[in-house]
């Protein structure tokens, strides 16, 4: 079992920017998928971006627009979310997880199996 720990979050006015971090421990490379995901008030949780084990392969959800980036170290076991241009709209609580393996059909980004969760970062973006 992987353990996350997330930190980064904060408060910043709109425009501004934030890079999350996530720390995992018990980590191995089995983790075939690693993504953030968010979580604001009254709204059900959504994905945000996710990258595959070869560091490279990455997918976005349509919001995020080529303002966030993924990244992976695997020296640090750490998994990053460089978040820039925030908006109002990104305001949420941002979570970490890990997916020891593939179920399903489709992309590797559909068949992501999370399993695992951290217990998220808090980001608040003002007008």
């Known amino acids: 079992q992987v353990q996350l720990v997330e930190s980064g979050g904060g408060s910043v006015q709109a425009g501004g920017s934030l890079r999350l971090s996530c720390a995992a421990s018990g980590y191995s490379s089995s983790s075939l998928c690693m993504g953030w995901f968010r979580q604001a008030p009254g709204k059900e949780r959504e994905g945000v971006a996710r990258i595959f084990a070869d560091h490279i392969s990455a997918y976005y959800a349509d919001f995020v627009n080529g303002r966030f980036t993924i990244s992976l170290d695997n020296g640090k076991n750490t998994l990053y979310l460089q978040m820039n241009r925030l908006e109002p709209e990104d305001t949420a609580m941002y979570y970490c997880?890990?997916?020891?393996?593939?179920?399903?059909?489709?992309?590797?980004?559909?068949?992501?199996?999370?399993?695992?969760w951290g217990q998220g970062t808090q980001v608040t973006v003002s007008s």
């Open positions: 997880a890990a997916a020891s393996r593939l179920q399903g059909l489709g992309t590797w980004y559909q068949r992501c199996d999370f399993d695992d």
